[in-house]
T-cell receptor, first 112, second 108 residues
Framework: NAGVTQTPKFQVLKTGQSMTLQCAQDMNHNSMYWYRQDPGMGLRLIYYSASEGTTDKGEVPNGYNVSRLNKREFSLRLESAAPSQTSVYFC???????????FGSGTRLTVV | TQLLEQSPQFLSIQEGENLTVYCNSSSVFSSLQWYRQEPGEGPVLLVTVVTGGEVKKLKRLTFQFGDARKDSSLHITAAQPGDTGLYLCAGANEKLTFGTGTRLTIIP
């Protein structure tokens, strides 16, 4: 009963470094999402994938790229990390767009 | 951009008291979801309301969707420490738009 698995749980990066956040779901869901959560800002959508083979920008896509590797996996890449990208990142999945979401437990990223 | 405002932003009350949290928007949504998030975890779905005026109960939690499907409320009766957490509403129109959240603390 894994649901949505995110790795790593914690990461510290130096400004300019790159990294990829991994997300996998085992519920055979079609849609997957990446959000960031900052104090007072709620959850903001970075990118989403409505179905395997498609990706679209969300509300705050600048500085990020995504890959929907297959139906299970959806990764988020920071090419050149900036302090403004310090946040908690959540991956979520749903059977289809707008249906109930299942979230991972998050990645806490600090960029110094 | 569809905005969902939640109020209050913070709420701290004694165990046993009742409380109501509000979720308001100028946009109409096809459905509205409520999530609860505990520290160090992702949000977990509590309920989905679909029809204008719909009321759903989950033990001591009562959720209502406004008649015009633009707003919602969450009422908790006899709050318990286990109700502590961040409550998020999310409106669905294709994608989900999340509200700003209400951080609830129940003091034993």
């Amino acid at each position: 009963n894994a649901g949505v698995t995110q790795t790593p749980k914690f990461q510290v990066l130096k400004t300019g470094q790159s990294m990829t956040l991994q997300c996998a779901q085992d519920m055979n869901h079609n849609s997957m999402y990446w959000y960031r959560q900052d104090p007072g800002m709620g959850l903001r959508l970075i990118y989403y994938s409505a179905s395997e083979g498609t990706t679209d920008k969300g509300e705050v896509p600048n500085g990020y790229n995504v890959s929907r590797l297959n139906k299970r996996e959806f990764s988020l890449r920071l090419e050149s990390a900036a302090p403004s990208q310090t946040s908690v990142y959540f991956c979520a999945s749903s059977e289809s767009i707008g249906q109930k979401y299942t979230f991972g437990s998050g990645t806490r990223l600090t960029v110094v | 951009t569809q905005l969902l405002e939640q109020s209050p932003q913070f709420l701290s009350i004694q165990e046993g008291e009742n409380l109501t949290v509000y979720c308001n928007s100028s946009s109409v949504f096809s459905s509205l979801q409520w999530y609860r998030q505990e520290p160090g975890e992702g949000p977990v779905l509590l309920v989905t309301v679909v029809t204008g005026g719909e009321v759903k109960k989950l033990k001591r939690l009562t959720f209502q969707f406004g008649d015009a499907r633009k707003d919602s409320s969450l009422h908790i009766t006899a709050a318990q420490p286990g109700d502590t957490g961040l409550y998020l509403c999310a409106g669905a129109n294709e994608k989900l738009t999340f509200g700003t959240g209400t951080r609830l603390t129940i003091i034993p």
